[in-house]
């Protein structure tokens, strides 16, 4: 599907009444503008303006290029979940089925303008899903300002298809309510288990521990240990299968294993630091598989909400309610294609070189579409 194709997709929420511009139009100039390094309102406005000619020859009904006001106001009344609705069509037509590693977390995507507090209820956050093989950002979610990411978990996991695939959930969505939900949704789960479930983690450092190794023969390890850049990194995953799960952990649909992994890193001369994490999974009992899996899911954190900090500049935007929202969803889709090219340069370099050079653009926009992958390995 096409950029224009999915501008088409987009339903028209305004007045019918002096309607200058399409809704195709007003959104397929916004995509570009965002793909070659728009940030603002003004800034889609500006590239437009500059880029007229380009976008009359794909737009044969365009008249002109619309203000700043008429992009903002547009995207702002525009439906988050409609938008999100043409995101997830746009996604599904470049992978249709995407089998491993669904990494799902949230991040602050700005700070309300109008407000001088830190807290979560003070910021627009935003909970993802990122398809850890395929490199792509399958649906995201806004999270309510009077609730947190439990809430909103739920709801992106229902919109998606998770048959065969992993579902890795840092200790936020470490819940009874979303396990259940995953296992519903025909996929599996590794949750991170903190201190917001103190007696689950304490029972699974106290069964895991060298001391009680006599009392658990069946426990399985695996082990993996990297150097490079100065630093030294050694992780163990200890996993045992669950026995009667109904008595000894209700309530947690689906838990098959728990496990523990211990990290210790060493950064140059520096005195090693350790680290140890605790689990639950619906996975059979598989040290390897839960170690990758685990590992793989903080590609959400480099791949994803790193690049729309570093080469999106996200924490700076001062857009507000859905016309923040949507344009996250803007970056998403303009990370996408720039992660597609086989360019070897950076994400920020790609959006750059989109903006100067039209046939590279048009390379970038020309949509490939990603290989099914057909087993239930690492990756999304």
């Known amino acids: 599907m096409s950029l224009l194709e999915f501008s088409s997709y987009v339903p028209d929420i305004r007045n019918e009444k ?43 009904t365009l008249i002109g290029i619309p203000s700043d006001d008429t992009f903002n106001r547009f995207f702002s009344l525009l439906n988050i979940d409609w938008f999100e609705e043409a995101f997830r069509l746009w996604i599904s037509d470049i992978c249709r089925r995407v089998p491993g590693v669904v990494a799902i977390d949230g991040k602050a995507v700005c700070r309300n303008p109008d407000s001088a507090g830190h807290g979560m209820k003070d910021r627009l956050y935003m909970v993802s899903a990122w398809a850890v093989r395929n490199g792509l950002c399958l649906g995201q979610r806004k999270v309510d300002g009077k609730s947190n990411e439990i809430t909103a978990i739920p709801e992106i996991i229902k919109a998606l298809d998770l048959e065969q695939c992993i579902v890795t959930i840092d200790a936020a969505g470490c819940q009874k309510a979303i396990a259940e939900t995953i296992i519903n949704a025909g996929g599996d789960y590794i949750l991170c288990v903190k201190d917001n479930q103190k007696k689950l983690k ?144 950076g994400i920020a370099a790609k959006r750059k070189l989109c903006g100067w050079n039209e046939q590279y653009r048009d390379e970038v926009l020309e949509i490939i579409r990603i290989p099914l992958a057909e087993e239930k390995t690492i990756g999304g």
């Open 18 to 60: 002096n309607l200058l511009y399409s809704v195709d139009e007003i959104v397929f100039i916004s995509l570009v503008s965002v793909l070659c390094g728009a940030e603002t309102w003004s800034e889609i406005h500006l590239f437009g303006t500059s880029h007229e000619d380009y976008f009359k020859k794909r737009l044969p």
């Open 202 to 345: 304490g029972k699974i450092l106290s069964l895991l521990s060298e001391e009680d190794r006599i009392y658990l023969p069946y426990k399985q390890s695996y082990f993996q240990e990297n150097e490079g850049h100065g630093r030294k990194e050694y992780r163990k995953c200890v996993c045992d299968a669950v026995c009667y799960p109904e008595h000894f952990y209700p309530g947690w649909k689906g838990i098959k294993t728990i496990a523990k992994i211990t990290s210790v890193r060493q950064v140059g001369n520096a005195e090693p630091t350790t680290e140890t994490r605790c689990y639950i999974s619906s996975l059979p009992q598989d040290p390897k598989l839960l170690l990758e899996s685990i590992r793989s899911h903080w590609q959400v954190e480099n791949k994803l909400h790193w690049q729309l900090d570093v080469s999106f500049r996200e924490d700076y935007t001062r857009k507000t309610d859905n016309g923040a929202v949507n344009f996250s969803l803007m970056c998403k889709m303009a990370l996408t294609l720039l992660k597609q090219s086989k360019k070897k340069v």
